[in-house]
């Protein structure tokens, strides 16, 4: 009989000093108090807890600085239910982060596929560049950079107006200067049409880049078109997808 008493002790007293089944504190500085129970932990289990009690206790705390409803360790919880509730938080968050990746992808390939449309509708390209030098009385007036600009419809309809960028990079990728335009005027399927533009060098916010590129010779710059927008004529239209580079 005593024997049966000493074994039944022993299994209480075990299933007493189950770590999981150790309230778990509600505030950080309470944490030093279960402190022997967390070491008996697994370290997979002591990490999840860990990433529990952050969440609940600092993320919390910080989420409802910004107004985001927090989330606080509620009372009466468990180190072994606060793991298993992170192994579940984990598991879903992974979930998402697939489904995210998968919708960026989606997102990212449309953007792609609009933008190889609306290059393949419209070859643009730069013809010509100059410093054009305004004299008053022998003096200078004004300097500008005045370049001229080849649009060709290589569609299959008619193009009643294209608008975009045409962006110049040095041999090392550094942007020198970027042209925005527009042409309204229709262009049938292989025909070309010229747009002319100038700014200031003298007076401009670019003036130094802009400088660079004029003097630069074909071989040491790369032109990068960027559509915005093709109207065909038709009431048709390819617009450049939003956020897409």
Known sequence: MKRMFVVAAVVLLCACSNPKDTVVPTSLDKMESIKPQIEKLTPEERDLFASYFVRHTMGAAMGGMFGVKAEPVPEGMTIGKAID?????AAKAK????????????????????MEEMSKAALVTLISKKIDIERMSGITMDEKLEVAIAFKNTSSKDIAGIKGTLDAADIFGEQLSGFNMSYDKTLKPGETATWVGSRSIKYGMNSSNDRKFADLPEDKYKLNWKPDMIVFSDGTKLTKPANAD
């Open 95 to 114: 979930i998402r982060e697939a489904e995210e990746k998968v919708l960026k992808e989606k997102v990212k390939a449309e953007q792609q596929k609009a």
């Open 85 to 89: 509730e992170q192994r579940d938080f």
